[in-house]
Structures are given as C-alpha cells and as structure tokens.
C-alpha cells in the first residue's frame, strides 16, 4: 500500500512542482509585491505606493466603472437572454434541436482572435452594420470611435459569445424539471406564462445563479474583448477594464507592484460580488 | 360529478397504435381500476381521460359532455401522479392552493379549502413543510390533497402507490377507499398490481396491448374470468395451468387427458357451447385454492414437493410435475404432510383453448 501511494506521487510530482511554481509561488509572491515600490531600482516596501494609490488613481477608477458598467449591463441581459433561448430550445416544438444546440455553443469554441476580428470588421465605420442602418434609412454610428458606442460593441460581442454556453447550462438545469410537474399545474389549471414565472425561474434559480457568478468572475478579468475589439481599451480609455488596466500597469509600465495590488483588488471584487449574489439568492425558510 | 365514456378510443403516437378502439362506461360515483401489466396501455388511457394526451380517434365524454378538444384544467378533473409531481420549491400549502391561485380564485374559500382538505387528510401540521422535508407517505398524501382541492368531479390516480413500501401501501389503499367513501366522487385508478384493483375497485378493467380484455366486479372477473389472461393476472397466486389433449366432447360437456402425468389423467367438464375436436389442444386452469385432498375432485394428480411456504393459516406448496408446468397449491397449514410426492385432487377448473379463449 506504502508502495503504492509513493508511486502515485511520483507520478503526480511533475505537476504539483509546476503547480507550485507557476501558480502558488506567484499568488504568493505577487500578494508581497503589492506592499512594495516596485519603481525604484531597489524595490521597497511601500504600501502607499500600490494600495494607496488605488484610491485615487483616477485611471484606476475609470477602469473600475467601466468594468462595473459591463457587469451591470451585460450580465442581466445575457443571462436573461440564455433563459429565453435555453427554454426554446427545450421545447418539444423544436425541430433540429440538436443543430441549434451547436450553432449557440459555436461562438465559445471560436478562437478569440478570430472572433475579435469579425467583430472589428463587423462594427468598423464601413462594415457591414453601418451598411445595414444606412440601408434601412438610419444614421450610421462610429462604432469603435464613439465611448458609448465602443462600450455597446463590448456588450454585444460578450453576450454573443457567452449566452449560447450559459443557455446550455440553463438548459441542463430544465431538463431536470420533471414533466409530470408541469402536467399538474396543466392540470391545475395555471397557463403556460404562469408556469414558466412561478415554476420554471424559482426551480432554475440555483442554476441561474451559477451561471450569474460564473459571469461576474469572467466579466471582472475582462480582457480579449477590450484589447482586441477596441483597440486596447479604445477610443481612448473609454472601454479600458480592469483586466486591461492590470496589464497595462504591469507589462507596459513594469509596475509589478501596483499591478498586484489591482489584481488582488479584482480578485477580491469578483469573490465580493459572487458571495452577494448567493446571499442574494439564498434559500429562505 | 361525473360518469365517464369511452367509445371506440383510439390513440397511436406516429404509426404506432397504442389504444385499439377501447369502449367503456364509467358510471357516476364509481370506483373502476385500470389493471394490466406495464406498456398495456392504461396510463396512457388515463391520460387522454385527463387531458395530457391527445385522442387519435373515437371520443371521451365526462358528464356526458365530449372533451377531446376541451383544456385538461377545463375537464374537471385532478389527477395523482405516481412521482407525486409536487411543486418542489413551495411548501405544502402553497402547493395546495398553487392551482386556485393562479386561477383567481377568492383567498378566503382557499383558506377554507386548504383547512378542509388538511383535515380530511391530517396533514394539517405539514403545511408550513416543503415536499422534501416529507416521508413518501404525506407526500403522497399532500398529492392527493392537491387533488381534492380542486373540488373534481372526476378523481384520477395514476399507479399513485407504487412508490411506497408495503406496509405505507396497505394503509394508503385503506385511506383511498375511506375517501371514496366520504366524497363520493368517480375514481379512475391505474395500477399494476392486482391486489390493489381486487380491494378497492368496484369494477376493474383488465387491459391487455391496447386492447380491454374483460370489465367486471373483483370477485366476477375472479370466478368467471372470460379468457386465460384474465384468468392469470386476476389472483394471488396466479391460477396454474396445465396443458391437455380433448379426448371426447359431445353436446353435454368435454374430457380431455392431462399433459405431464405418469398415469393417463383425464378430467370431464360440462360444457354449455360446442366441444372442440378431439385432438385438440386446451388448458385446464386451477386455482391454487381449488386442489383438494386425493380422491375428492374430478382428477387427481402425483405432483413432486420442491418447496413449502408456511404463512400460518394456510400453506402455499411450489410443485412440480413429470411436464414441463410447475404448480402452486394451496392448502389448510394443518393438511400438508413432509412428503416429497403428494396427490391432490382438481376440485374446480377452468377450460380454454387454444387461443387463450374461456370455453364454457
């Protein structure tokens, strides 16, 4: 038995040194570079010149808002949009179900830069979106030039990307509706609108939920979208996250320090939000 | 209330027939069972009664009024499921009054509904309970609350004790009956297990691949099955049969040679309809009840003893004969003797023939 179990660390050993090396040493070691000054040539400990500076860092907070603006906007839109789509492809009505599956699921499995790059060809001042406006007699929109409407490119470009596979998710957690459930109320009398608010949202909630703090984590790391859609945060500092911001600081700038003081900081706001969330959406007896 | 009918209902999902043009008359008030072994068709006839599955052709009437095109929630009746089917996230009287709710109903009658029906089921301290706080008991018991709640004119169960263990099942099968009593509403009840449809049905319907194979009272279709499936799936245990060869029949009644015997085993049966041929194949059908001591019947039989089952009262004896037919007889506790070979006498049988059709 000792024998064994030595040889199963053996074999395990390869990884947990990695392991150690590339992800524990550097989640601790970046946790004491956030307390140091880390642009001087000696690096000190200097706590004001990373935490202290976060609160008024005015960079900082306008990545801050801009993360917290996605979040708020896009998350409820994509996750009320994957119920929507995940209850239609539920439906006993659908043909094809299977087609429709993979084609709301594709978008995840399409490379990043790729789809960065339809999407900045799609949105450009001469894509193919002006050309539709134009087309129906509306204004044209300078999609990657305007703040707003950059933003708006961000939005749409995650929500395509992600309600498909959060719509999967959802969609597990219907089939795990009995049927014989929805015939009582059928039989109870209760319409089908009824049923969906009061039978099918109150059973999904645990699954919803997951699928809310799921989102929330990606959304406060938010990093593709922003650096490849619009131009690394563009126009201007208009669409910059988080995420971007933290590059910025620590791979532009070398400012180990004040960039693992931000990454703690999004850590620390993705557990925040999701545990508000849960609390949100507890049991209550 | 309501009586229900049935005329020649038909029901096929794609080319698959799975009703084949079943006729019934349900009258008011009654208690009929639906019994038949599983994929006979009878949930599915139960569901089109109530509305979750479409009727391919023919027609269902409640009260006399046609429904295949009316809404389930519009028929007037409620329906027991055998998983329960209760709203999971709500507690027991929200799902109670779930259905009126949502229909408008006015708040002071269902609290009066709610109270009613709480104590004609005493579960009025589960009401604040969610379903999975609940032993499969209350929540087979809060399932049907949810049915009367509904004031139905017509009650439909669909195999609503299978979940249960024996002992539940007994004393539920006993509320059951106690409810028809006290509400006086038709019930349509779908079981597999005949020992359900002989104790509460005041008729049952015995279903077959679709198909009605007899409709009767318990103890009718007990002593006077119409064909050799009924026969079997109608007691506990089933009733044995023995293949035979017809060795003379006339006008008056029929003798036909026992398949399997070391002796040559003859037994004569009056008969009211036409013999069969001599040559014939038939099975004589026996009761376990129905063997006696050697020398009283109309046949006696040397059987070998493999098992004993000893319930007190009486004993059930596993036999097995020089054919390829087991047999279990039934005896008195105090008349079986430790012998490897008995001989037991026929003391009443039931003919069929070929086709598994009574010949009487």
New interface residues.
Partial sequence: MRQRTQTAYAFLTPYLLIFLAFWIWPIINSFWLSFLNTRSANWTFNPRMTWGRLLVDPAFANALQNTLVILVIQVPIMIALATVLATLLNSPALKVRGLFRFAFFAPVVVGEVAYAAMFRLLFNEFGIINKMLAGIGLTTIPWLSDPNAAMAVIIIALTWRWAGYNAIIILAGLQSIPEDVYEAATLDGVSKVRQFFFMTLPLLKPVILLCVVLSVIGTMQLFSEPFLITNRGGPGQATETLGLFLYRQGFNAFNFGYASAVAYTIAALAIAISLLNLWLGRERE | MAGVTLSKVVKRFGSYEIIHGASLEVADGEFVVFVGPSGCGKSTLLRMI???ESVTEGDVSIGGRVVNDVE???RG???V?Q?Y?????MTVEQNLS???R??GHDKADIARRVERTAGILRIAELLKRKPRQLSGGQRQRVAIG?AIM?EPQLFLFDEPLSNLDAELRVQMRVELARLHKELGVTMIYVTHDQTEAMTLADRIVVLRDGTIEQVGRPLDLYNDPDNQFVAGFVGSPKMNFIPALVVEGDGRGVTVELAGQERTTRLTQPLAGPAPEPGSRVVVGVRPEHFGDAGKGDADLLVNVDIVEHLGGTSFIYASTAGDYGLVIQRDADGVADAAEITVSIRKSYLFDENGKRLR
Wanted: charged letters at 15%; a positive charge; glycine letters at 8%.
């Fill in positions: 109530a509305g979750l389930p929630a519009e009746v409620a329906m499921f998983s089917a209760l709203y999971p996230h779930f259905g009126l949502m229909t949810r509904r």
